[in-house]
C-alpha cells in the first residue's frame, strides 16, 4: 500500500502545485500530476510563468515520446502506466484509478469548502483501502 500525504489548507492550487513540484524536481523526482483538464490547462501555464529564474520540464500525456522522455512533470487526467510512478500528486476531486506502484502519493486540498469536503471523501476511501495516510496542514507549516 501507498503512503499518501494530504497537503490541506493550500491557499491556491495552481500556485501550491508548481512550487510543491519545484521541489519535487529540486529531489531528482519525476511526478505525475493528475486532475481536471481545466485546472491542468491551468497548471500548465503557470508553470512557464510563476518563477522567472525557474522552468520545470513538463508535458501533457499525448507529448511525443522525446518529450515525454525528458520532461520531469507529466501533466494528466489520469495516472500514465508507462511512465515514472515516483511521485503522483492528485488535484482532482475523486481518488484516481491506477495508484499502483507509485512510491509517494500528494493530495492537495485548498481552503475552499468545496475542496474540504472532497477531500474528507478521498480520505476515506483511501483509509478504507489500507493506505498510510499522513496529515500535513499547510497553514501551521506557514506560521511555525
Same mark, same amino acid.
Given at each position: 500500500?501507498?503512503?499518501?500525504?494530504?497537503?490541506?489548507?493550500?491557499?491556491?492550487?495552481?500556485?501550491?502545485?508548481?512550487?510543491?513540484?519545484?521541489?519535487?524536481?529540486?529531489?531528482?523526482?519525476?511526478?505525475?500530476?493528475?486532475?481536471?483538464?481545466?485546472?491542468?490547462?491551468?497548471?500548465?501555464?503557470?508553470?512557464?510563468?510563476?518563477?522567472?529564474? %525557474?522552468? $520545470?520540464t513538463?508535458? &501533457?500525456?499525448?507529448?511525443?515520446?522525446?518529450?515525454? @522522455? #525528458?520532461?520531469?512533470?507529466? /501533466?494528466?487526467?489520469?495516472p500514465?502506466?508507462?511512465?515514472?510512478?515516483?511521485?503522483?500528486?492528485?488535484?482532482?476531486?475523486?481518488v484516481?484509478?491506477?495508484?499502483?506502484?507509485f512510491?509517494?502519493?500528494?493530495?492537495?486540498v485548498?481552503? %475552499?469548502? $468545496?475542496h474540504?469536503? &472532497?477531500?474528507?471523501?478521498?480520505?476515506?476511501?483511501? @483509509? #478504507?483501502?489500507?493506505h498510510? /495516510?499522513?496529515?500535513?496542514?499547510?497553514l501551521?507549516?506557514?506560521?511555525a
Open positions: 500500500m501507498a503512503r499518501i500525504e494530504f497537503h490541506f489548507n493550500a491557499p491556491a492550487l495552481v500556485s501550491y502545485t508548481c512550487r510543491l513540484l519545484r521541489k519535487v524536481q529540486g529531489r531528482g523526482l519525476r511526478a505525475q500530476v493528475v486532475g481536471h483538464a481545466s485546472t491542468l490547462a491551468q497548471l500548465d501555464q503557470a508553470l512557464w510563468t510563476f518563477a522567472p529564474l %525557474d522552468f $520545470l513538463h508535458c &501533457q500525456a499525448q507529448a511525443p515520446a522525446p518529450m515525454l @522522455a #525528458s520532461s520531469s512533470v507529466l /501533466l494528466s487526467e489520469t500514465v502506466a508507462g511512465w515514472h510512478r515516483q511521485v503522483l500528486i492528485n488535484l482532482g476531486e475523486n484516481p484509478e491506477g495508484l499502483e506502484g512510491e509517494r502519493i500528494i493530495d492537495v485548498t481552503v %475552499d469548502d $468545496l474540504r469536503a &472532497q477531500g474528507r471523501q478521498r480520505w476515506r476511501q483511501y @483509509a #478504507s483501502l489500507g498510510e /495516510l499522513l496529515r500535513h496542514d499547510l501551521k507549516t506557514e506560521s
